[in-house]
């Protein structure tokens, strides 16, 4: 089965830097996703990694360690649209199936 | 090119009666599954699809049908339903393949079901 604990709950300042940090346990591993999910919305794709290391995406950044089964996601420079719910999911052996976490809802203030 | 589309939005039930959410995607994706979404739950998957004719369970199936008898539908049956299927629900989709590119999940706008 899978396993994936992320922070319920973060609050950052507008133009600050907040880090969202995921970890998981699985019997199974082909890459780890995060989405971010405004209210009432559907999730939207942000990044991706398969390999250790650092992905880079504009003000979006996305680390994965897979020996630690860890992986953050860095939103720079914060603006106030940054205001959503951040998903953290692994995806199976098989590579097609997603486990979500729980989310973690970013809240940016002025 | 509408994506993933579902129907209805919004759907009030009384317990006991059944129906149909509908999904449907226009990108030709392979794989195509539903997700509830509950309060501090995060996305739990239902049923997923890997092809048109097959079909198998997720994590949390139970109360749920489903079938895929073309590429791009797949409507989820709730046959009797009960309260705890209130819910937010979300179809999605992906190419499905070998490389992770092709994993990355297009999801509908959701639909919120109310049993009452």
């Known amino acids: 089965g899978q396993n994936i604990d992320q922070p319920t709950e973060m609050t950052a300042t507008e133009g600050a830097i907040v880090q969202i940090n995921c970890t998981y346990q699985?019997?199974?591993?082909?890459?780890l996703f995060w989405y971010q999910q405004h209210a009432g919305e559907a999730p939207t794709f942000l990044s991706y990694?398969?390999?250790?290391g650092l992905e880079e995406k504009g003000r979006f950044s996305s680390f994965l360690s897979r020996s630690k089964g860890y992986s953050y996601l860095l939103l720079k420079e914060l603006q106030m649209k940054d205001s959503a719910s951040y998903l953290c999911?692994?995806?199976?052996?098989?590579?097609?199936?997603?486990?979500f976490g729980g989310g973690t809802r970013v809240l940016v203030k002025p | 090119n509408a994506g993933v589309t579902q129907t209805p939005k919004f759907q009030v039930l009384k317990t006991g009666q059944s129906m149909t959410l509908q999904c449907a995607q226009d990108?030709?994706?392979?794989?195509m599954s539903w997700y509830r979404q509950d309060p501090g739950m995060g996305l739990r998957l239902i049923h997923y699809?890997?092809?048109?004719?097959?079909?198998d369970q997720g994590e949390v199936p139970n109360g749920y049908n489903v079938s895929r008898s073309t590429t791009e539908d797949f409507p989820l049956r709730l046959l009797s339903a009960a309260p705890s299927q209130t819910s937010v629900y979300f179809c999605?989709?992906?190419?499905?393949?070998?490389?992770?590119?092709?994993?990355?999940?297009?999801f509908g706008a959701g639909s919120r079901l109310t049993v009452l």
């Open positions: 999605a989709s992906s190419l499905s393949g070998t490389t992770i590119g092709a994993n990355v999940l297009t």
């Open positions: 699985t019997s199974g591993f082909n890459g």
């Open positions: 990694n398969v390999l250790d």
């Open positions: 999911a692994v995806a199976s052996a098989a590579g097609n199936k997603l486990t």
């Open positions: 990108m030709n994706h392979e794989y």
């Open positions: 699809s890997v092809g048109a004719g097959i079909t």
